[in-house]
């Protein structure tokens, strides 16, 4: 079994910050590519930035410039550091993780629960 356990959302004034975290633990042999996904009211969830074990990122364009992506593969643990926020980044921001188990085993999605950001004034 493999939890994954979100930290550090809330509100913020557009323009602030925030830095969100999340913890893989369990049952874990490797983990291979990490990422943040949000989900706003009424509209899909999409990929917000994505980081591989070896630490090649991927942004979505509304992002690019404000958002970083890092991890700390002896912590099982990723981040994202959110700069400018703005109110259309308000979401529920979910932490994805692609985990082996065991070394044969093919990577699975994992998912945690969710964190909401909310940007207003």
């Known amino acids: 079994q493999v939890q994954l356990v979100e930290s550090g959302g809330g509100l913020v004034q557009p323009g602030g910050s925030l830095r969100l975290s999340c913890a893989a633990s369990?049952?874990?042999?490797?983990?291979?590519?990490m990422g943040w996904y949000r989900q706003a009211p009424g509209k899909q969830r999409e990929l917000v930035a994505a980081?591989?074990?070896?630490?090649?990122?991927n942004y979505a364009d509304s992002v690019k410039g404000r958002f970083t992506i890092s991890r700390d593969n002896a912590k099982n643990t990723v981040y994202l550091q959110m700069n400018s926020l703005k109110p259309e980044d308000t979401a529920v921001y979910y932490c994805?993780?692609?985990?082996?188990?065991?070394?044969?085993?093919?990577?699975?999605?994992?998912w945690g629960q969710g964190t909401q950001v909310t940007v207003s004034s």
């Open positions: 369990g049952s874990i042999f490797s983990i291979n590519a």
């Open positions: 994805n993780a692609a985990v082996r188990v065991w070394p044969g085993a093919p990577p699975r999605d994992y």
């Open positions: 980081i591989t074990s070896g630490g090649s990122t």
